[in-house]
């Protein structure tokens, strides 16, 4: 898979999270996650099968007209000198429609801009597939993550409850206490139980990337802490016009300009011609038949067809042009918001974070000198938990937000297997 962008967070090392116990799985990474999903979603299954079915139709109409055989008898089974078959009349004929005005290689370009449109649609399907794939690793990166810092909040609870209990046994503080560490270690279980089962459930979506009903990995492995830089926004707007989505409306225009073709040939009629040899039981003789016919009324029918292109294609720019001017403000606005998911990370990581581990230090000694009370030592603790996980959603915002810019500017040859 080349889509080099979406593969920043896979690295050769683990994110550090906890380990799933007793899962014999080997560990995933991005890469693995993304090739495992363009082998075995069968969304693109079904594209490639499209793509079959689109050119099956584009050979078929490039074929010529077909000849046509036929047979005629006439004055069978009449009365008088009609009767039986003395005055019987037989024509075998073999005919043809010649097609005039270039039919058949207006219908061989329309087949060709069917072919490259279903191609187009292929891979904006690949890239989506590869986007949506990358953002739900990053959700069990961060949910494991999560899961680890609930453990490790249930450890703190329990060590704070322990050492409540035994200041209450020693008259130094008062039951009430104990009795809110014992309900600060019941709250610390219920978020263990609930980042366990986010994580199950993020699990079963990575794993659905690729059909598969199961979470058949491991450890989900990326650096998560990393965030890579990103182009330029006028770097990235820059490549805006080569998107998949945004050549979508170029191929969509160019089949509708092959169909204005194909009805522009259909003003001139077509001929159809038949030959034929006749015999005449009454004479004992034979001659050749020919037969010529052109229908009528085609010039209108075609006027009409022509019309109705000229609109779609005036239709399908005025979108083309909303479509330019909403991706562009959609892609601003992900890069401001990437660049505050930055530095809000950078803050907790750099400055808040470890100012609160230190105020959860600070007031730890000061608990056991007797000099804090239980409650500023349940709020350092609070507030160093909430920080981390503000940290996790930063991150976890970060990379997403990285998927998206990189799938709205991600160009045909990035997505190609």
């Known amino acids: 898979m080349n889509l080099r962008c979406l593969l920043v967070l896979a690295v050769a090392g683990a994110?550090?999270?906890v380990p799933l116990s007793g899962s014999a799985a080997e560990p995933l990474r991005l890469q693995d996650a993304i090739a495992r999903a363009m082998a075995g979603n069968p969304t693109l299954v079904a594209e490639q099968a499209q793509l079959q079915a689109i050119q099956a139709r584009a050979q078929r109409e490039a074929l010529p007209t077909p000849y046509t055989v036929g047979a005629d008898l006439e004055n069978v089974v009449g009365t008088g000198a009609l009767s039986g078959l003395k005055s019987a009349e037989t024509t075998l004929r073999i005919g043809r429609v010649l097609e005039l005005g270039g039919k058949r290689q207006a219908r061989e370009s329309l087949g060709a801009a069917e072919i490259d449109q279903q191609q187009n649609q292929a891979e904006s399907a690949r890239i989506a597939l590869a986007s949506r794939t990358a953002e739900r690793f990053i959700e069990v990166i961060a949910d494991q993550h999560r899961l680890a810092f609930a453990q490790d909040r249930v450890k703190q609870a329990e060590r704070t409850r322990r050492e409540v209990a035994t200041w209450v046994k020693a008259a130094r503080n008062p039951e009430s206490d104990l009795r809110a560490a014992e309900i600060a270690v019941a709250e610390a279980e219920l978020e263990r139980e609930h980042a366990e089962h986010e994580l199950l459930s993020a699990r079963m979506t990575l794993a659905s990337s690729w059909g598969s009903l199961?979470?058949?990995?491991?450890?989900?492995?990326?650096?998560?802490?990393?965030?890579?830089?990103?182009?330029?926004?006028?770097s990235l707007a820059s490549k805006l016009p080569m998107t998949p989505e945004q050549r979508a409306s170029l191929f969509e225009a160019r089949t509708i300009e092959a169909r204005r073709r194909v009805a522009e040939a259909a003003a001139k009629p077509d001929i159809t011609v038949n030959l034929g040899v006749r015999r005449l039981d009454a004479l004992d003789d034979q001659g050749l038949v020919l037969s010529v016919s052109m229908p009528l009324g085609n010039r209108k029918r075609s006027a009409y067809s022509v019309a109705e292109a000229d609109a779609q294609l005036a239709a399908l720019n005025a979108r083309r042009d909303a479509q330019r001017y909403e991706r562009h403000q959609e892609l601003f606005e992900r890069y401001q918001e990437l660049g505050h998911a930055r530095l809000e990370a950078d803050s907790l990581r750099k400055s808040m974070i470890p100012k609160a581990e230190q105020a959860v230090a600070f007031t730890r000694r000061g608990f056991e000198a007797g000099n804090f009370s239980f409650l500023a030592l349940t709020q350092a603790q609070r507030t160093l938990f909430e920080l981390r996980e503000r940290s996790t959603e930063a991150l976890a915002r970060y990379h997403t937000l990285l998927v998206e810019v990189e799938r709205l500017t991600a160009v045909a040859q990035d997505a190609t297997p």
């Open 15 to 17: 994110c550090g999270a």
């Open 214 to 234: 199961d979470p058949d990995f491991g450890e989900a492995l990326g650096n998560f802490d990393a965030l890579p830089a990103v182009e330029p926004f006028e």
